[in-house]
């Protein structure tokens, strides 16, 4: 029987192998050998293609145990990542509850499309977009001038809260989505009978709602963290000067700097911190999926 | 019961603010590429000299045209790939099958700074280097997995019954292929072909890494832009990109519902 299983599952891989060859031959030779190769490339002092002579060492990984400022800046970028979480939670996770249990039929298709629509436009147009609001004699400090009876100069731009705000818009949308599939999942009737029982509103809100839709949490939690610990490009926008983090580090090492092999093991040490995060929550997403 | 009302009135009034916060700015934008003054001053007047002289800049439009041209053969290259691979995940069984959907998984969750530094130190560590075929290269594989993913739950729905009775009925596996499962998962195929437009038409951090001076793509160039300083022009060529990739999304949407409504 167990023979027999088992020869049906080779004749299987057999007939799916033409059809699954292409896609995945083609992901091994833009996806898993580039991130081979940059884990080989982080152990040595040069490029073998640059001409130099290069040879193995462990001088990149020294460098950024030796040298605080890697270590600083990758903290840097995991509060970074930490905080926009948090906001995109509280921002998300109400707005998710709503589009699943308040509006219904065709309003809550359409808003729940208008929430998510921008999450696919184009991100780097979303970050510009800001600077035109945050930065001084912006559309935030003329509009607050407007209304309020004396001067303030806002010049949000180039700062640490700019760049969260920037964040944060790109990233909400992927809460309110996670959160909504799960919190529409949850059944009305599970909310009724816990007021029934005479449960208050918040009660219901932390004993049954919460619990059951921690899934789409998490998920959320993961998808927008990952992304901006690794994140440059907001950073570099919105932050300006003070908009030095982890990923823009590594970023000038293979556009400014030229030190691609220390570029190559500070990616490294970021893929490992952010593949055992992935694995941490591995069971949680899997719920959720 | 009244207190209900109030409730979900508040909620309403919330979701409307989230709205706001996720649309004005974009919104503002659009409105100062619209607007006379190069240093966005109010008040506001109207021109559309920003959009004139855009198409007196060979160079955005050239990195347009390479961007078109990408997410085209992308778009291309992946459903071919991607309705194929879906077809064998789902026809056959076999070992390490659990394996081959987990691959899936890595190219979407890590970081593209990751992916994109790796890619550069791989191509240009096998002779393969930077420019345009870099790019394509890349963005395939990145939009691959979301045509996977997507296919595969159009696939779902499919009854694998009319595939045996049409087989049963002396068709060859080609005809089967082409005249029964194809036609029944065609809206998850065009939606993953628009999916993997957007994810290359868009792309811009791969591209970055990959792109050379003379062979960009357009976010690429737009970042370089931005970093010189703003421009009304730049807010111009962002417009269109922005109505273009969300004309797309709402296209996909008709096709594709993204897990929302049961």
Known sequence: MAVQIAAASRSGLRSALPLLAPAYLWLTVAIFLPLSAMVFFSFMTDLPRSGKPWAFTLENYAAFFSQSLYLTLLVASLRLGLEVTLWCIVIGYPAAYVLAKVLKGRSREAIFLLVILPFWSNGLVRIFSWAMVLREGGILDTALNAVLPFKINIDLMYSYPAVIIGLVHSYVPYMVLTCYLTLQAIDDSLIEAGRSLGASRLQVLKRVIIPLSMPGLVAGAVLIFVPVVGSFMEPRILGGRTGTFYGTVIEDQFVAVFNWPLGAALSFILLAVVLVILAVTSPVLRRAA | ?262
């Open chain 2, 1 to 262: 019961m009244a207190t209900t009302r109030i409730l979900e009135w508040l909620g309403r009034v919330y979701i409307l603010m989230l709205l706001a916060f996720l649309y004005l700015p974009i919104i503002i934008m659009a409105l100062m590429s619209f607007n006379v003054s190069p240093f966005y001053q109010l008040p506001f007047e109207w021109t559309t000299e920003w959009y004139a002289s855009l198409w007196q800049n060979n160079q955005l439009i050239a990195a347009t045209r390479n961007s078109v041209e990408i997410a085209v053969i992308t778009t291309i290259i992946c459903t071919a790939l991607g309705t194929a691979a879906s077809l064998g995940l789902y026809r056959y069984d076999f070992r390490g099958k659990k394996f081959l959907q987990a691959l899936l998984f890595p190219p979407i969750a890590i970081p593209w700074l990751i992916t994109g530094t790796a890619m550069l130190i791989f191509f240009f560590g096998v002779g393969i280097g930077r420019g345009l075929h870099a790019i394509l290269l890349g963005h395939v594989a990145l939009a691959l997995p979301y045509v996977i993913v997507v296919v595969s739950a159009r696939l779902q729905t499919f009854a694998p019954e009319l595939e045996e009775a049409a087989r049963s009925l002396g068709a060859n596996q080609w005809q089967v292929t082409n005249r029964v499962t194809l036609p029944w998962i065609m809206p998850g195929v065009i939606a993953g072909g628009l999916f993997a437009f957007a994810v290359s038409f868009d792309q811009f951090v791969v591209s970055y890494f990959l792109s050379t001076p003379g062979q960009t793509t357009l976010p690429v160039e737009i970042y370089a832009a931005i970093r010189k300083g703003f421009t009304p022009e730049i807010n111009a060529v962002s417009t269109i990109i922005i109505v273009v990739s969300m004309a797309l999304m709402l296209l996909t949407a008709r096709f594709f519902k993204f897990g929302g409504e049961k």
